[in-house]
């Protein structure tokens, strides 16, 4: 089983920055697409970005593209989510998750291994 672990949430700013990171418990042989989503307090858990299992290609929720980028360190097993221009509606818990099988999906049905999640609280 992986475990993945948050880190990189905190209080900023509108028009802040803050750089997420997602750090898998251990190396695996897979070749999964990983996928940032966020849930704020009484809202469904929503789709941020994703990306492909080499990195070559991501796409973003409307909302954030041009805002957000998704990357990753393929042999650390690493993922990380740079925001740019913050706004307080993007104040949520953020997720990380592996998907199951299309990098491309944005359902939360279709990834696993999901962390704890890190608090981004974005003030106006």
């Known amino acids: 089983q992986v475990q993945l672990v948050e880190s990189g949430g905190g209080l900023v700013e509108a028009g802040g920055s803050l750089r997420l990171s997602c750090a898998a418990s251990r190396q695996t042989s897979s070749n999964n697409g990983m996928g940032w989503f966020r849930q704020a307090p009484g809202k469904e858990r929503e789709f941020v970005a994703s990306i492909s299992w080499r990195g070559e290609s991501t796409i973003y929720a409307e909302g954030v593209e041009g805002r957000f980028t998704i990357s990753r360190d393929y042999p650390k097993g690493s993922v990380y989510l740079q925001m740019n221009s913050l706004k307080p509606e993007d104040t949520a818990v953020y997720y990380c998750?592996?998907?199951?099988?299309?990098?491309?999906?944005?359902?939360?049905?279709?990834?696993?291994?999901w962390g704890q999640g890190t608090q981004v609280t974005v003030s106006s």
């Open positions: 998750a592996q998907a199951l099988r299309s990098w491309s999906t944005r359902q939360v049905s279709e990834y696993r291994y």
